[in-house]
């Protein structure tokens, strides 16, 4: 049978169903293409919205209209752009970086001289 390429020898009914399955595999790979393309661009609009968040941390006026969502949001990116995790292996200086971070990007305290 000549699934791949139909040729003279393949029954009018192996063409088709050979030129069917081309047809299907085409289209399952268009719809994965656009997928992953919503998906980029899904996460592009997420990056520049958490960007946006965390700039506005920065301000005083401005953190106050984040909600507690937003300021997690970026204090979860924050972490991963250091390669940390919350539940993950961290030595004694990175928790208390972490928690410094959680208490001032998440909960809004007061910030602190590092050296606390």
């Known amino acids: 049978m000549c ?6 020898s393949c029954s009018p009914e192996v063409r088709s169903e050979a030129s069917g399955v081309r047809s299907e595999v085409h289209r399952l790979f268009e719809e994965e ?4 393309e919503q998906d980029a661009k899904q996460k592009d609009a997420d990056d520049s919205r958490i960007q946006a ?3 506005k941390l920065l301000d005083p006026e401005k953190a106050k ?3 507690r969502e937003e300021r997690l949001e970026i204090y979860h990116r924050s972490l991963a ?3 940390l995790k919350e539940d993950g292996p961290m030595t004694p200086d ?3 970086l972490v ?3 959680y ?7 007061v910030k602190t001289p590092p050296n606390e």
Do not use: F
């Not at 208490?103 to 305290?109: D, H, K, N, W």
């Open 65 to 67: 209209t984040l909600t």
């Open 103 to 109: 208490r001032s990007m998440v909960l809004g305290e």
């Open 53 to 55: 968040n965390g700039l």
């Open 33 to 36: 293409h656009q997928r992953i």
């Open 99 to 101: 928690n410094r971070m």
């Open 3 to 8: 699934a791949v390429t139909p040729c003279g």
């Open 94 to 96: 990175q928790k208390k």
């Open 81 to 83: 752009a250091m390669g």
